[in-house]
Every structure is written in structure tokens, then in C-alpha cells.
């Protein structure tokens, strides 16, 4: 049975959870308990070596890294949202990456400083924010500019590029990110989050903060 590891707040587990709900697999979700260190057990260690989430464990075949898991999954069952087609994975590829080096690196440190920061005691650091922010604004545009061509990022068909950037967006509203000025990224967003794929994960990512010690 595919089991997947991860947490209930981490972006990049949050992308292997919806694309295996969006595939309609049957698998076990894990949930590692980071506060306790479960992740730098020598048991888990032997399915990521790095000690970090996602994870995976396909019936004895390993795998760590959400997109490489996302990809995986996609291929093995065949799905459209990463089709075999040279050309339209290419596509897809390049807006993973973009979503994942472009909005994803610069969204982090904005979540950190903002929504875990303090709760775990450590000095935010505004500077980093402040990067973020900035650099964000030379890189929300031009997802914006790409919704004007269709539906979704690379076509009016979902693809795994949707699912990686909507996972990554999950904490603007507890991080403070106002996306109001990016009216069609909003659309497409309130959107996808309407779709079976999302609501059979979780109804909304800050209603995960209001548990008790989470940090």
C-alpha cells in the first residue's frame, strides 16, 4: 500500500497529498511528528535519508522530494495532469519550477517569520520578509499575466503545475500575503480549492493552526 509522510503544514507534503487526491489512490497518510524529532528516527532515515518530509513508501519503494513523488505517482498512474507528450510535460515542467523556485523559495521565508517564528521562540527576521515581499511582486505578475490565456496555468486543463502552486500558496492568508491585486491568480485559486481533489484533504490550511501546541 502506498503510504505518504508528511504534515499537516508543510507545502511541499501538502503537494504530494493533493496530487494523490486528485489521482483518487488509496493511500495512508502518516503524519510525522515533527516536534518529537519522528523525522530523524533511524526508521525513517532509511525512507528519507535527509530526514525531512514527504515521503514515500510505494510497497517497499522509497522516494523523497514532493515533486519528484508528485511526478512519480502522476506517471505511474498514467494520469493527464503530467501527460506523456514531450512538449506538454516540458511546459509543465518549466511551471513547476517557476512555481517552486520563484513563488514557493521567496513565499518561505514570509511563513516562517510570520506564522512560526514566534510560536517557537525565535527572533523573526524582518529582512527576510521584506525580500520576500519584493521579490514576489516581480513574480506573482506573471502568473497573473499567464490565467489571461486560459483556466489554469498551462492550459484550460488542470495539470500538476496547478496542484504544486496551489499547495505552495496554502499559507498567504496566516502569512499576511495579500493577493488582491492579482485578481485572476484569486479566481483560479478559489477555484481548484473548490474541486473533490482539495476538499477530500481539508476544508482550510489555517484551520490546522488553531490546534492546540501545534508549532
Not at 13 to 18: D, E, G, N, P, Q
Not at 44 to 50: E, Q, R, S, T
Request: a positive charge.
Amino acid at each position: 500500500m502506498l503510504t505518504i509522510y508528511g504534515s499537516d503544514l508543510s507545502g511541499p507534503a501538502i503537494k504530494v497529498r493533493l496530487a494523490a487526491s486528485f489521482l483518487g489512490l488509496n493511500y495512508k497518510w502518516h503524519l510525522v511528528n515533527l516536534r518529537e524529532g519522528e523525522q530523524k528516527q533511524e526508521w525513517f532515515l532509511k525512507i528519507n535519508p535527509v530526514g525531512k518530509i514527504p515521503a514515500m513508501d510505494d510497497d517497499g519503494f522509497y522516494l523523497f522530494e514532493s515533486n519528484a513523488i508528485c511526478k512519480y505517482l502522476c506517471d505511474k498512474h498514467n494520469s493527464p495532469l503530467y501527460p506523456k507528450d514531450v512538449k506538454q510535460r516540458a511546459v509543465i515542467e518549466q511551471w513547476i519550477d517557476y512555481a517552486s523556485f520563484h513563488i514557493g523559495a521567496n513565499l518561505m521565508p514570509i511563513v516562517y517569520n510570520r506564522v512560526f517564528a514566534k510560536r517557537r521562540g525565535i527572533p523573526v527576521n524582518e529582512k527576510a520578509i521584506t525580500d520576500g515581499e519584493e521579490s514576489l511582486k516581480q513574480y506573482f505578475p506573471i502568473v497573473e499575466k499567464q490565467l489571461t490565456f486560459h483556466k489554469y496555468i498551462v492550459s484550460n486543463e488542470i495539470s500538476l503545475a496547478d496542484i504544486i502552486l496551489l499547495a505552495l500558496l496554502e499559507p498567504v492568508e496566516m502569512a499576511q500575503v495579500n493577493l488582491s491585486g492579482y485578481p485572476k491568480l484569486m479566481v483560479w485559486r478559489a477555484e481548484c480549492k473548490k474541486q473533490g481533489f482539495y476538499t477530500r484533504c481539508y476544508k482550510e490550511y489555517g484551520e490546522m493552526l488553531k490546534a492546540p501546541n501545534v508549532k
